[in-house]
């Protein structure tokens, strides 16, 4: 890491000043940073304005119950994180997964527990070939480094070259992922009965790790988590 901060110095992943070392955040940039807690989406994960029994589910997870277990997520999308986030996804910044990855421990304690496998939602190859990495994929390894929980990078592929899904309403995000995912059948058996954990980037409307999930289950998986970095939380929506 010595070599890095040569190169890179160590800079705050919110505030871009000056810290002691890479994936610091420095004092002042905590009061930006939302972090998701209870009372929350027994499922889902959505956070709450107000008191719950444990274990209540959301309006969406109770009419609309999606195929995966439970989704956590560290942090709320707003601006900060949204700085954080693009610049870890298109800048070249991969040097801040170091600090995200106690973050997504505490967030996702309780489904990192029973996993069997971390497995990062996929890249088209041609948008891997532009991007040269995958967010995704980073999260998974760094969170292996402590938690020992084997990641299969490439079990999971997208099978279908998507538009981004950046500005499509919710509707158009389903369709746009609908049957774009599938596992590889040389890896299928690694799978099969096994607690899947999926590491994302943001969580928007869950429309990409549904189809995801859809696809390792349908491959055998016995159970799909979903753990990310972020949430967007939008008022009177959920899910």
Not at 84 to 107: R, S, Y
Not at 125 to 151: C, D, E, F, G, M
Not at 187 to 198: F, R, S, T, W
């Amino acid at each position: 890491m010595q070599a890095v901060d040569t190169v890179l110095p160590p800079r705050c992943v919110v505030t871009g000043e000056m810290v002691d070392r890479q994936g610091m955040v420095a004092p002042e940039a905590w009061a930006q940073i939302d972090f998701i807690a209870d009372p929350m989406c027994a499922q889902c994960g959505f956070p709450f304005e107000f008191e719950v029994e444990k274990g209540s589910l959301c309006a969406s997870c109770i009419d609309h119950p999606p195929p995966f277990d439970k989704v956590r997520c560290a942090l709320k999308y707003n601006d900060a994180s949204r700085k954080m986030i693009l610049g870890f996804k298109h800048a070249d910044q991969v040097h801040t997964a170091k600090a995200f990855t106690p973050w997504l421990e505490n967030a996702g304690a309780e489904i990192l527990n029973e996993a069997d496998i971390l497995m990062p939602v996929p890249l088209h190859r041609w948008r891997l070939l532009a991007r040269r990495y995958n967010q995704s994929a980073i999260l998974a390894q760094n969170l292996w480094k402590t938690t020992k929980i084997p990641v299969m990078v490439d079990a999971l592929k997208r099978v279908r070259a998507t538009p981004s899904q950046g500005y499509l309403k919710a509707a158009e995000r389903h369709k746009n992922v609908k049957r774009a995912f599938a596992v590889d059948p040389q890896q299928a058996d690694e799978i099969k009965g096994k607690v899947i954990v999926l590491i994302d980037d943001v969580y928007t409307t869950g429309a990409t790790t549904k189809e995801c999930t859809k696809a390792l289950l349908k491959a055998g998986a016995a159970k799909v988590h979903i753990l990310a970095l972020a949430r967007v939380v939008r008022e009177g929506f959920s899910g």
